[in-house]
Structures are given as C-alpha cells and as structure tokens.
Nanobody
Framework: VQLQASGGGLVQPGGSLRLSCVASRFAMDYYAIGWFRQAPGKEREGLSCIRGSNRETAYADSVKGRFTISRDNRKTTVYLQMNSLKPEDTAVYYC??????????????WGKGTQVTVSS
C-alpha cells in the first residue's frame, strides 16, 4: 500500500486548497482512504474517509460542510477540497487508509504529510 499526499501550502483565512493523495492501485481497490491532520501539540485527528465500493463518506464535525472528499479510481487519487479555511485548520495533513464508527480511524497505512498553513 502506497500513499502520497500533496497540495498543501499557505492560504489566507477564508481561502481554499485542494489536497491530493495518489494511492497504489492495490490501496484503491481494497481500502477506504481518507485524511487526517495533526496540529502542533495536538493528537492526530481523523477528518474524512471515503469507501471505494460505494463511495460512502464520513466527516468529522470540525470539517463537515467545509471539506469535501472524493476519489477518482481511474487516476488512483483521493482528493480533499477544503473551503472556508480557518487558522485552526493549520496542521500537517496525512492521507491514510481508514474506516469509521463514532470516529474516523486509521486502518494501518499512512502516507507522508503535507503542511497546510492558514494565516494572513
């Protein structure tokens, strides 16, 4: 399973960014894939997850209504469109295999992170 995140950067409050996670074909075929983030001094947080079979999605309350996850199986890529960004969204963002119940959790594989900084 290979996961490679990109698309982070510096954005002003209220702005938008789109993160991309290029996954191996095996990962796309057999795993739900999603996004997590970790801010300095905080625990890693599951943000969103999308299943491959039926494209069912889940979101953390902190990003619901602002972030949208999608996947393009042909390009083996999972996207996270982030709108209305706030300074508290500043963190390192990771794509990973995932699932959810009451919370979104990792199921064993992580990609390297990409830094998102929201600041004026």
């Amino acid at each position: 399973v290979q996961l490679q995140a990109s698309g982070g950067g510096l954005v002003q409050p209220g702005g938008s960014l789109r993160l991309s996670c290029v996954a191996s074909r095996f990962a796309m075929d057999y795993y739900a894939i999603g996004w997590f983030r970790q801010a300095p001094g905080k625990e890693r947080e599951g943000l969103s997850c999308i299943r491959g079979s039926n494209r069912e999605t889940a979101y953390a309350d902190s990003v619901k209504g602002r972030f949208t996850i999608s996947r393009d199986n042909r390009k083996t890529t999972v996207y996270l469109q982030m709108n209305s960004l706030k300074p508290e969204d500043t963190a390192v963002y990771y794509c990973a295999t995932c699932n959810w119940g009451d919370v979104i959790y990792n199921t064993g594989y992580w990609g390297k992170g990409t830094q998102v900084t929201v600041s004026s």
